[in-house]
T-cell receptor, first 115, second 116 residues
Framework: EPEVTQTPSHQVTQMGQEVILRCVPISNHLYFYWYRQILGQKVEFLVS????????KSEIFDDQFSVERPDGSNFTLKIRSTKLEDSAMYFC?????????????FGQGTRLTVV | AQKVTQAQTEISVVEKEDVTLDCVYE???????LFWYKQPPSGELVFLIRRNSFDEQNEISGRYSWNFQKSTSSFNFTITASQVVDSAVYFC?????????????FGKGTSLLVTP
């Protein structure tokens, strides 16, 4: 069964360092998303991406964040200068195109720890 | 603005009991979609169901059933004869419009613990 794959599963980084989280969405999907979940809290939307550009972003997704689809398979989230409060589980998701809102399938997450 | 409220923070039941997880939502959109996701202890998010705002039929899938009532803006989830493997955090979510690519707006989740 097709699935969304995220690497690494866990990343530890020092405050102020840049970090790139990687995702391989399901191959025929065209919409890609990043969400985050701070420990014990709800899942929060960061950004959606379609046709090589951001289609929607939340207030959380400030200038420290960027997304990219560098090739035909990967979808990345970059945090330029990590802060302690960026520590969270980051989920990548993808959904297929469709006139009616199709469900998003999530990866297993990358746990980011900023120290 | 959209809002999803899951008032039950934690629920604990004994195996084989039925349990209902509540979800109440707010939206000004006439077309919207509601979802339930399961997050087991391993951490991933597992899609359970999607329901659009025009379809108020209840749905049953094995031991799972969902009750969508537009009049009360609720989309409740019932697990019949609960099992230990049902222990997880369950999230209700809402997204506007009928097109793909919109953000999921999650509730805070209900942590369900099923004990033997």
């Amino acid at each position: 069964e097709p699935e969304v794959t995220q690497t690494p599963s866990h990343q530890v980084t020092q405050m102020g360092q840049e970090v790139i989280l990687r995702c391989v969405p399901i191959s025929n999907h065209l919409y890609f998303y990043w969400y985050r979940q701070i420990l014990g809290q709800k899942v929060e939307f960061l950004v959606s991406f379609y046709n090589n550009e951001i289609s929607e972003k939340s207030e959380i997704f400030d200038d420290q964040f960027s997304v990219e689809r560098p090739d035909g398979s990967n979808f990345t989230l970059k945090i330029r200068s990590t802060k302690l409060e960026d520590s969270a589980m980051y989920f990548c998701a993808s959904s297929s195109p469709g006139h009616f809102n199709t469900e998003a399938f999530f990866g297993q997450g990358t746990r980011l720890t900023v120290v | 603005a959209q809002k999803v409220t899951q008032a039950q923070t934690e629920i604990s039941v004994v195996e084989k009991e039925d349990v209902t997880l509540d979800c109440v939502y707010e939206t000004r959109d006439t077309t919207y979609y509601l979802f339930w996701y399961k997050q087991p202890p391993s951490g991933e998010l597992v899609f359970l169901i999607r329901r659009n705002s025009f379809d108020e039929q209840n749905e049953i899938s094995g031991r799972y059933s969902w009750n969508f009532q537009k009049s009360t803006s609720s989309f409740n989830f019932t697990i019949t004869a609960s099992q230990v493997v049902d222990s997880a955090v369950y999230f209700c979510a809402l997204t506007p419009n009928g097109n793909s690519g919109y953000a999921l707006n999650f509730g805070k989740g209900t942590s369900l613990l099923v004990t033997p």
